[in-house]
């Protein structure tokens, strides 16, 4: 929990920083409210037993919710983010971070805006986030559903597969083409041909100069959706390079996602795994964080309706905090627990009161103090439980530095003492322990 608290307060105050209010919406929403948005995934969703007639699962994410509470509510445009636990009845793989119930951070832009422009600021703070974790180097692949359907359509996909073929392609990170090619044809029923055709396209990926050249390209040019999606993939590296984060995104045609409700960009980061030997490309170790675009999926909700534009992106956190475990794991750090700043000690026996009044004295300034349980604790005994918890002062008081108005004030790391007034300690405790800002 206490590495969660830390990565939690650099994912909200980017959010913060990017001027996002926070919303909260219950753990179960109406059966029906989830049904049909997951693709195949819908078969991972938990339903609760019937009780008196409503039929309840529990969250599988919080996007849904989301566009739920915004049709409920008749709102039009709200930048949002949303940091809850949601469930999945999924094997679970704990070296992996992937757990049946986990946390999502979810960060969303609702109304109706010029093209690209909160789709920029979403992978902006996507690469803002991922970068101040310091979790190693990233790679954000970017594609857009438009695209991927009119490549379909251009391959000679029937409209009906367009989805299920959607979630083969998005295997192909995990898995080979062969493999993906096989599922197509073997289990999906496409032609050997067809498939070919999607894996000449999908094979693909690069940066602005990618766009161009399939711009260009005869065939994928005279799709209207893949051409509205060329262009505002275009429009979109553009914004991206005035951003700063042109380098970190690669234009991957492979990218599907498998969920159902998207309807333009769509983008994931992963984490690249550096190279065994030099010149070769970085592995990817899994996906961080993802997000796009999902033009329809508050209008399902709504009883006219109507549609209210929405662009996000969720951070993966259980991944990244079993990445930060194992990283303090390899480098042997021991995490401090707790946040106390000094602990109020004695040297001598019957001092019990004092250091209750001292203790006390420190709590309403504000100082994070502890004190052992005992009347008589040996000094020594006070002494080892800093270094355990790792409690970096301690304020010890004896008969002399009673009648002298001090407090002995030792430093546990490097065992130095001196004597401070005890008007003074205050401000000697915070100047010592003032906070770094650190993720470990």
């Known amino acids: 929990m206490a590495i969660r608290e830390k990565v939690f307060d650099v994912i909200i105050s980017c959010f913060k920083r990017h001027g996002a209010e926070v919303i909260d919406t219950p753990v ?10 997951y693709g195949e995934d819908s078969k ?6 019937d009780q008196g007639g409503e039929l309840l699962s529990l969250r599988y994410d919080l996007t849904v919710p989301f566009a739920r509470y915004l049709a409920m509510n008749k ?27 986990f946390y999502q951070c979810d960060f969303d832009i609702a109304g109706q805006f010029d093209p690209m422009i909160p789709d920029a600021e979403c992978l902006k703070i ?105 262009e505002d993939l275009k429009l979109l590296f553009e914004y991206l390079t005035l951003f700063g984060i042109a380098d970190k995104i690669s234009f991957d045609l492979s990218l599907a996602r498998g969920l159902d409700y998207y309807t333009g960009v769509i983008y ?49 956190v259980e991944r990244i905090f079993s ?14 627990t707790t946040e106390t700043q000094v602990l109020v000690a004695s040297a001598q026996k019957r001092l019990l009161e004092e250091r209750l009044k001292l203790v ?9 103090a502890e004190l052992l349980y005992k009347k008589n604790p040996k000094l020594l005994n006070q002494l080892q439980y800093c270094e355990e918890a790792g409690i970096p002062l ?37 100047r010592r322990t003032s906070p770094a800002l650190c993720i470990c």
């Open 28 to 37: 179960f929403e109406l059966k029906e409210t989830l049904t049909g948005k």
């Open 360 to 368: 006390s004295e420190l709590w309403d300034a504000g100082i994070k």
């Open 323 to 336: 990445i930060v475990e194992q990283r303090l794991e390899a480098l042997e750090e021991k995490v401090r």
């Open 44 to 49: 991972l969703i938990y339903d609760l037993k």
């Open 75 to 101: 709102l039009t445009n709200i930048k949002r983010y949303h940091i809850a636990k949601v469930y999945r009845r999924d094997n679970p793989a704990m070296t992996r971070g992937r757990y049946r119930e």
């Open 268 to 316: 994931e980061a992963v984490l690249l795994q550096t190279p065994v030997r030099p010149g070769e490309e970085p592995l990817g170790v899994g996906s961080v964080a993802a997000g796009g675009r999902y033009d329809g999926l508050v209008g399902m909700f709504d009883p006219k309706g109507r549609k209210v534009p929405c662009v996000g992106l969720s951070i993966g």
């Open 126 to 230: 996507m690469c803002e986030i991922l970068s101040s974790l310091q979790i190693g180097d990233f790679l954000v692949k970017v594609n857009d559903r438009r695209i991927l359907d009119g490549m379909f359509a251009i391959c000679g996909v029937p409209d009906s597969k367009f989805r299920t073929i959607c979630s083969s392609v998005d295997k192909l990170d995990k898995v080979s083409w062969e493999e993906v090619k096989n599922e197509m044809v073997g289990e999906k029923g496409l032609t050997p041909e067809v498939a070919d055709h999607i894996g000449d396209y999908v094979q693909q990926h690069g940066g602005v100069s990618l766009v161009e050249q399939l711009l260009q390209d005869p065939k994928l040019s005279q799709n209207k959706q893949a051409l509205e999606g060329l």
């Open 394 to 430: 301690v304020a010890i008081i004896g008969e002399q530095e009673l009648k002298d108005g001090v407090i002995k004030l030792r430093s546990v790391a490097s065992r130095e003492e001196v004597d401070v007034r005890r008007e003074d300690l205050v401000e000697e405790i915070k």
